[in-house]
């Protein structure tokens, strides 16, 4: 008797963490599919090359693979264009879509076109070796910076920006980064956030990771930092605030130790207009505050205050970007679904198909928040089975998904295929003395295979 086969397109943790829960209760066949010849999504391709730590979870997304022989990653297989809808329909029971929030939201303020002016997501795709990435050359040739963001990857960019280069050196980048990034000539960095110091979604331990930079000052106008009665409130009430705001009293406090590096962060400040003559020169700020509350500097009303720059990355968000032929709330940016099972236009539950991680929630929250969100989704999965009088090992007649991607020649690689590029990258990082050097593009990948 041939047992229930379930699909999971995306091996990034909202896919292996459904893996994992669905493996607690399920025997049959499991493959997670993905674009990429290689597994682990944004923990690979999105993690900062410096937290080489919190990249380190992937070892318990191996681990479940090398445990469980009905778990299979199944890579280089796009999901819309080498496979479709139908087709895993056809060869599945159920379908867990984990395509995560690939795409980018944009600052919409005039200049934002000029050379130099960046998503913030391309810096970390170029960095992080993506090998879809848009930008394949991305040139270092800039002294001053403004990141634009009030979350963890705006904080990821900046220390990318400033970084020694003896710590990146010990990172994973890829040869051709690391050597752009030699050039890196950056000396200050404006980090500008919307909002205030009670309002950021940076994570403590993140914010820390600025404080250790190792020579550059950190400017933050105490001003910044006051608080009303109801944010001092809030602050006082929920943890992760009040470690943020103790952590940038402490920098604020600190006093200038007069390096050449310096970052300046401020608060309650959005770019109002992007300058310069055919690349960028200034931003416009133009202070958030109400103008009672706004210090001189701040720029307020209608005289905004400008800053000079080269380069300005905007880290304002990914956005969750509709899945081929899946439904799709354009209103909320997400996969519509109750409690993980997908819905149609109609409201009612799709029999088959589930969503997990970025692309049922946006994109938020921390990797292991995704480990919830796959147990409640998988816990939907088996409870539909069961209502239907079906459970995890009643029998199926579907068949292997590799005969039609065989039948498609399509290359599509498997774990084997994974551990070669994993053994290759980690013998080139040994030879440097460095955790891994990744390969540069898919063509590298693939040829390396042959
Ligand atoms: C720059 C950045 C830095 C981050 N740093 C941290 C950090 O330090 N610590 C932390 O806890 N969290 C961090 N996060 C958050 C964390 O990465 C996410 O919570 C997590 O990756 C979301 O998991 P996911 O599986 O939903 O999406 P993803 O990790 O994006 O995985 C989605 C997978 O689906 C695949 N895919 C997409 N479309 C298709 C398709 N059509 N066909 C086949 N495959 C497809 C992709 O290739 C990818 O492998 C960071 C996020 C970003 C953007």
């Keep these: 008797m ?13 896919g292996f963490y459904a893996a994992l829960e669905l493996l607690k209760h399920f025997s049959g066949q499991i493959d997670i599919i993905d674009r990429l010849p290689t597994p682990f999504g944004l923990v690979r391709y999105g993690i900062a090359p410096d937290n080489q730590r919190m990249k380190s979870v992937s070892k318990v997304f191996s681990g479940l693979i090398d445990q469980f022989d009905n778990l299979r990653f199944i890579g280089n297989v796009d999901f819309g264009s080498d496979l479709h809808r139908d087709d895993l329909l056809r060869h599945y029971d159920a379908i867990i879509y984990a395509t995560g929030a690939a795409g980018r939201q944009y600052l919409r303020v005039p200049g934002e076109d000029l050379a130099g002016s960046f998503s913030a997501m391309d810096f970390v795709d170029w960095y992080n070796g993506h090998p879809l990435r848009r930008i394949s050359d991305f040139s270092m040739a800039f002294s001053k910076a403004a ?16 970084n020694e280069m003896d710590v990146v050196r010990s990172t994973d980048v890829p040869d051709r980064v690391l050597r752009e990034l030699e050039r890196n000539a950056v000396r200050e960095v404006y980090l500008l956030v919307r909002k205030g110091p009670a309002q950021v979604k940076f994570t403590p331990v993140e914010l820390r990771g600025l404080v ?35 952590i940038l009293k402490t ?11 310096k970052i300046h962060v401020k608060f309650w400040r959005s770019v109002a207009s992007i300058g310069g003559n055919g690349s960028v020169e200034w931003l416009d700020l133009r202070s ?3 103008p009672s509350d706004a210090s001189p500097s701040a720029g307020s009303g209608n005289s905004p205050c400008r800053v000079s720059v080269d380069a300005i990355f905007s880290a304002i968000g990914n956005v969750v970007g509709a899945v081929s032929g899946v ?3 354009e209103r909320r940016s997400i996969v519509p679904n109750i409690d993980g099972q997908i819905t149609g236009k109609d409201g009612v539950v799709l029999p088959n198909e589930f969503v997990t991680g970025w692309a049922k929630r946006g994109p938020s929250g921390t990797v292991g928040t ?3 969100d796959s147990a409640e989704t998988v816990a939907t999965l088996l409870k539909s089975w069961a209502s239907s009088g079906d459970g995890p090992d009643a029998a199926s007649t579907k068949a292997d998904i590799t005969e039609i991607l065989r039948e498609r020649n399509i290359k599509f690689t498997t774990w084997n295929d994974w551990m070669s590029i994993d053994d290759k990258e980690l013998s080139a990082g040994r030879a440097q003395n460095r955790p891994r050097v990744k390969f540069q593009s898919l063509d590298d990948m693939m040829d390396c295979l042959d």
């Design 2 to 14: 041939q047992s229930k086969r379930v699909a999971i397109i995306g091996a990034g943790p909202g």
């Design 147 to 162: 990141v634009v963001g009030g979350g963890n990857v705006a904080l990821d960019v900046v220390r990318m920006l400033i």
């Design 212 to 246: 250790n930079l190792k020579n550059v000052d950190i400017v933050i106008d105490p001003e910044d930092l006051k608080l009303t009665q109801d944010e001092s409130d809030y602050v006082d009430a929920d943890q992760q605030c009040r470690l943020n705001m103790n």
């Design 251 to 261: 920098i604020a406090e600190r006093p200038q130790a007069g390096y050449e590096k």
């Design 288 to 290: 958030n505050k109400a």
């Design 327 to 329: 439904p799709f709330d």
């Design 370 to 372: 995704n480990r919830q």
